[in-house]
């Protein structure tokens, strides 16, 4: 099926997945039957977002409970920039990826009392209990699972500690076919610093989102927008990039990198309360006067609400506090939650939690259609990376999990019906005209600058002024990393860098480009929402 390479640094597949968490594995799983597949990992598997995801997977389970419940849910929570039909394809096919998982083996969280078999909870912006999750580590338990599959499957390679740098096309290289193509793309190994080129007839991006963008964020270290920037920069279109997802409850503690308190502590009663340095106000509930659904309500709506109070008080956090439900009932629903405050003097069974907003989820991404193919042939995106319409303006609680395993499946489905190929020769990478970086703090440096200019000038609220600021600050820190990476030989903290800058150069491009507040993204200069909702999509030059 494939032709031999022509060097030998180059490695052939029939489909390489860029990406391991969810969207990857799941992508990888439904097509190693028929194919050789590569699944590339810039660290290890487990280093992905997916993993760290706490709430749940959200999916119609319940004869109470319905498709239309769950569609209205989320259309409302989008904001009116939802795309209709592919919420109702990721919502129909809810169950279907949930029976999935169980078969793969995941550890959902029985009840042998419920419908289905299994504990559900509710979270914020759901109007029923929808939410299947594995305790308060279902990411963990759904990665744990699928990684021992992919180990032992015979038809996956891992390519693990590999970075993908740029995909391969075919207008690049000068290769004639009827419309352009994606051949493969370049990976660095990360131990040895060789770079290596993999050709396949399918490439599937599934990275995940941008958060490190952001000063402050829940999101790993690995989540640096690489399929984005690496679409982009290939031709592809990207969408609503300017609704970034603040999760509101980011634990603060000096000694807590990152870690996230659930929605599902807000969705069994946790109350969200100004800390004891409030003097009169000291444990009063703030939920209530900003929206009617109080702790309940929207993650954008919720993470403004704290934004606000912290700014007009000095804050440096707020409280949560769920201490009047029942010790045993904290430990068993929350053990990881519990454990983690534990180990850091707090517990949660007697005294609040102190939190603050981060940055959390990109809406958009990569534009596709409900099979995963994006606007180069060839080229699918999956999960955070992509932008479906799904979430709109601002994503409903747990449907981002249920978009990788159905659009995962999906993607797989499509690449299964293209007929097999022999895959290119493809050119080897060349560095005969680069040189070892003579000084990296360049590169501290301006990674630095970026992530607090985007904190600072394009967060939860933000200003055209701010935004100009920061497109101007973001164009000349380009300029510097695009002429470093010309000249010198490439690192993962250069790949890394260079495609932050640009997902922030979209980023902030998208945010002036709205002339209106909308669900996540939210303008002191345009305060008003618009009577249609259209979103964002920009085209490369």
């Not at 032992?152 to 096309?169: K, Q, R």
């Amino acid at each position: 099926m494939v032709k031999p390479s022509q060097h030998p640094d180059q490695m052939t597949f029939d489909v390489a997945i860029v990406g391991s968490g969810l969207g990857g594995l799941s992508v990888a799983l439904h097509l190693a039957k028929t194919r050789k597949v590569a699944v590339i990992s810039k660290r290890s598997l487990l280093d992905g977002a997916s993993n760290w995801a706490q709430g749940g997977i959200a999916a119609v389970l319940d004869s109470g409970d319905s498709y239309e419940q769950h569609l209205s849910d989320t259309l409302v929570a989008g904001a009116g920039l939802c795309d209709a039909s592919a919420t109702r394809f990721i919502v129909e096919h809810g169950r279907d990826a949930i029976e999935w998982l169980i078969e793969q083996g995941v550890p959902f969280t029985k009840d042998p009392k419920a419908e289905f078999g299994y504990h559900l909870t509710r979270e914020g912006g759901h109007s029923q209990r929808r939410i299947i999750h594995a305790a308060d580590a279902t990411g963990h338990a759904v990665q744990v699972t699928l990684e021992q599959k992919v180990r032992n499957h015979p038809n996956i390679t891992l390519l693990e500690n590999h970075f993908a740098i740029d995909l391969i096309t075919s207008d690049k290289i000068g290769v004639a076919v009827s419309s352009a193509t994606c051949l493969g793309l370049y990976v660095q190994d990360v131990n040895t610093g060789k770079v290596l080129t993999i050709a396949a007839n399918q490439t599937v991006l599934a990275t995940g989102g941008a958060g490190k963008v952001y000063l402050y964020t829940t999101n790993p270290d690995t989540a640096t927008g690489d399929g984005i920037a690496m679409a982009w920069r290939a031709g592809c279109r990207v969408g609503n990039m300017e609704f970034i997802q603040f999760h509101p409850t980011c634990l603060y503690h000096p000694y807590a990198k990152s870690f996230l308190i659930s929605e599902a502590v807000r969705g069994e009663g946790g109350l969200l309360k100004l800390p004891p340095s409030e003097g009169s106000d000291a444990g009063m509930r703030f939920m209530p006067a900003h929206d009617q659904r109080a702790e309940l309500a929207p993650r954008d709506i919720v993470a403004r609400a704290i934004d606000f109070e912290m700014k007009k008080r000095g804050l440096d956090h707020v409280d949560l506090d769920i201490s009047h439900q029942p010790p045993e009932f904290l430990q068993e629903h929350f053990p990881n939650i519990y454990a983690r405050c534990m180990e850091l003097g707090i517990d949660i069974t007697k005294q609040p939690i102190p939190v603050v907003p981060a940055a959390h989820y990109t809406c958009g991404g990569i534009v596709t259609d409900l099979a995963g193919r994006t606007d180069l042939r060839g080229l699918y995106a999956v999960g955070e990376t992509a932008y479906t319409g799904l979430h709109g303006a601002n994503r409903l609680a747990s449907n981002s999990l249920l978009e990788c395993v159905v659009l995962g499946r999906a993607a797989a489905l499509d690449i299964e019906q293209q007929t097999a190929s022999t895959a290119h020769a493809l050119p080897a990478w060349d560095e005969s005209r680069v040189s070892n970086a003579d000084e990296e703090v360049v590169i501290t440096q301006n990674w630095d600058e970026l992530r607090r200019s985007m904190w600072n000038y394009v967060g939860i609220v933000r200003t055209t002024k701010r935004m100009e600021r920061a497109q101007h600050r973001i164009r000349l820190l380009k300029e510097e990393i695009d002429e470093y990476y010309a000249n010198f030989r490439i690192t993962p903290d250069l790949l890394e860098l260079r495609n932050l800058v640009e997902v922030a150069s979209l980023i902030v491009k998208s945010g002036l480009s709205r002339r209106e507040s909308r669900g996540l993204h939210f303008s002191r200069d345009f305060p008003d929402t618009l009577p249609k909702a259209l979103p964002t999509v920009l085209t490369p030059k």
